[in-house]
């Protein structure tokens, strides 16, 4: 497996999408924990807090049930190159003195955008790359998106002391920028995989065939709902630990470097699938701690565990590669990316809805509770899946 990191990264479009990746993380993690810092001092609400932090995850809904299409019929490097310029637009005007409503509109705005950037991204992923070779580029770019996680929380969260927030949102925006002038300047001009124009019908017609699919019906619901789940629990952390929010969400992010980096370098195809149930289980569990977790440092601890779990998805996406035509893997990729991610922003809603009425370390607890029925209902079907999709194991 070490032959094919250093191959990924020897390759100069796979290093241009990893450096848009990583101007888009850091762009966004930074600008939406002080955002977040900003509604909740402003409103003081728990639900509006969370929904702050989660709206563009929320929104990815839009882009992947309107424009997905565009991900396997737009010439991608234009496409991705304009989409990356109006996200930083789009945290540059975050820097003026806003309403609450106005950061949400563009928050919406931003979440719909990065929604088809994603799904152009993966697309251009699919062609870089033969099937065994995914997991691992999957988890370089979830490696790069975790570690700048780390960075852009730990950043912010002394950047909210220190610095104008203005300053921040401009910088975001500059950040982004060079994200764009990565993909301009670095990626070829990938030719189109359905030569048709896109539209609304063309993505439904491709998001219909997904969910008339037994198989992929399966995969997506364990990509999306568990992991919605507990991205909802991470939403509450702000109320939790004020401040030191921002701690949490750096542990969390370390945990997930951690785990993508031993499932895709050390473990096969078929390691992966095996420990995947597992893997699912502890996504969830030690949120039930937090029903007696006394300080930070305790909580942090728990959130690094449960985030080991996250590197579930790399599996999941690899059988998810398998079901899918190959005229279609862009969009595909993409509607699984940006519902999943849509899923944590639904997570963030119901969580950040609770915490309205009930105690946060409960909230966490129920929603923790929810996702592993989840997971064992799940666990028949997915057998089933496992049986009918072949693995292309590491030599």
């Keep these: 497996m070490?032959?094919?990191?250093?191959?990924?990264?020897?390759?100069?479009?796979?290093?241009?999408?990893?450096g848009s990746q990583l101007a888009t993380v850091v762009s966004l993690s930074v600008s939406g924990l002080?955002?977040?810092?900003?509604?909740?001092?402003?409103?003081?609400?728990?639900?509006?807090?969370a929904l702050s932090m989660f709206t563009p995850a929320l929104a990815n809904?839009?882009?992947?049930?309107?424009?997905m299409s565009l991900a396997d019929t737009a010439s991608p490097r234009p496409a991705m190159t304009v989409l990356q310029i109006v996200s930083a637009a789009l945290?540059?005007?975050?820097?003026?003195?806003?309403?609450?409503?106005?950061?949400?509109?563009?928050?919406?705005?931003?979440?719909?955008?990065?929604?088809?950037?994603?799904?152009?991204?993966?697309?251009?992923?699919s062609e870089l790359v033969p099937n065994d070779a995914y997991a691992p580029a999957?988890?370089?770019?979830n490696i790069v998106n975790s570690a700048m996680q780390i960075v852009g929380f730990a950043f912010g969260a002394t950047l909210v002391a220190y610095?104008?927030?203005?300053?921040?949102?401009?910088?975001?925006?500059?950040?982004m920028l060079l994200g764009a002038a990565a993909i301009r300047f670095r990626v070829r001009d990938h030719s189109v995989r359905m030569p048709s124009p896109p539209s609304i019908k063309q993505t439904w017609a491709v998001n219909r065939w997904l969910v008339q699919q037994p198989n992929a019906r399966v995969v997506i619901c364990l990509l999306w709902v568990p992991n919605g789940l507990i991205v909802g629990c991470e939403s509450l952390f702000i109320p939790y630990a004020g401040s030191g929010g921002g701690y949490l969400l750096t542990a969390g992010a370390i945990g997930m470097l951690i785990s993508d980096l031993f499932v895709a370098r050390a473990l096969s195809s078929v390691g992966r699938r095996r420990i995947n149930l597992f893997q699912r289980f502890l996504l969830a569990a030690p949120y039930l701690?937090?029903?007696f977790v006394p300080n930070v440092v305790a909580a942090a601890f728990l959130v690094f565990v449960s985030s080991i779990g996250f590197s579930a998805s790399l599996g999941l996406q690899e059988t998810l590669v398998r079901l899918t035509p190959s005229a279609n893997l862009g969009q595909v990729q993409g509607v699984e990316s940006s519902g999943r991610i849509a899923c944590q922003g639904l997570g963030a809603f119901v969580s950040g809805s609770?915490?309205?009425?009930?105690s946060v370390p409960l909230v966490m607890a129920i929603m923790a509770c929810v996702s592993i029925v989840v997971t064992l209902a799940a666990w028949l079907p997915m057998r089933r899946v496992e049986s009918e999709v072949p693995l292309v194991c590491r030599a």
């Design 2 to 18: 070490d032959a094919t990191y250093r191959s990924l990264l020897r390759n100069r479009e796979f290093n241009a999408l990893l």
């Design 34 to 49: 002080v955002i977040g810092i900003i509604v909740n001092d402003k409103t003081g609400s728990p639900l509006l807090t």
């Design 61 to 67: 809904i839009i882009g992947g049930a309107t424009l």
């Design 91 to 125: 945290v540059g005007f975050q820097a003026f003195p806003l309403p609450i409503a106005g950061r949400f509109a563009l928050l919406i705005a931003g979440g719909a955008v990065s929604a088809v950037a994603g799904g152009i991204r993966f697309g251009i992923l």
């Design 138 to 141: 999957r988890s370089l770019l």
């Design 163 to 175: 610095v104008d927030n203005r300053v921040t949102f401009i910088g975001g925006s500059v950040v």
């Design 289 to 291: 701690g937090f029903l």
């Design 354 to 358: 609770l915490a309205e009425a009930i």
